[in-house]
Nanobody, 121 residues
Framework: QVQLVESGGGLVQPGGSLRLSCAAS????????MGWYRQVLGKQRELVAT???????VYADSVKGRFTIPRESAKNTVDLQMNSLKPEDTAVYYC???????????????WGQGTQVTVSS
C-alpha cells in the first residue's frame, strides 16, 4: 500500500506563511498527479492545488497567486507554499496522490491523514 504523511500545519496570523509537505511511501509506482485539497467542517473537500507528472499545475481561484507547489522537492513528495494567508484558508489540508500501476495502467487515489492549518489573530 501507499501511505501519504503530511506535515507543516499549524497556527499562523493573517498575512503569514506556512509550508506544507507530503511524503509518500510504500508501493510507489507512476505518479500521475500529486497535490493538495482542503476541507472545512461541514463543507465538502475542495481542490487547492495539484501538479501532474508532466509538470503542469492547477490552482483553485481562491489561492491563485498566493499558494504554489514548488517544483523543487524530494522524490515522492509534494510541498505547498502558502503565502498571504487569510482566515478563510483555515481548514484541514489533505495530500492527494493519483498513481498509475505500470502493468495494469489502473489509476489509484490515495489520501493523507490531513494536517490542520489555522489562520487567526
Amino acid at each position: 500500500q501507499v501511505q501519504l504523511v503530511e506535515s507543516g500545519g499549524g497556527l499562523v496570523q493573517p498575512g503569514g506563511s506556512l509550508r506544507l509537505s507530503c511524503a509518500a511511501s510504500g508501493s510507489i509506482f507512476r505518479i500521475n498527479a500529486m497535490g493538495w485539497y482542503r476541507q472545512v467542517l461541514g463543507k465538502q473537500r475542495e481542490l487547492v492545488a495539484t501538479r501532474t507528472s508532466g509538470g503542469s499545475a492547477v490552482y483553485a481561484d481562491s489561492v491563485k497567486g498566493r499558494f504554489t507547489i514548488p517544483r523543487e522537492s524530494a522524490k515522492n513528495t509534494v510541498d505547498l507554499q502558502m503565502n498571504s494567508l487569510k482566515p478563510e484558508d483555515t481548514a484541514v489540508y489533505y495530500c492527494n496522490a493519483v498513481l498509475r500501476h505500470p502493468a495494469t495502467a489502473r489509476l489509484s487515489d490515495y489520501w493523507g491523514q490531513g494536517t490542520q492549518v489555522t489562520v487567526s489573530s
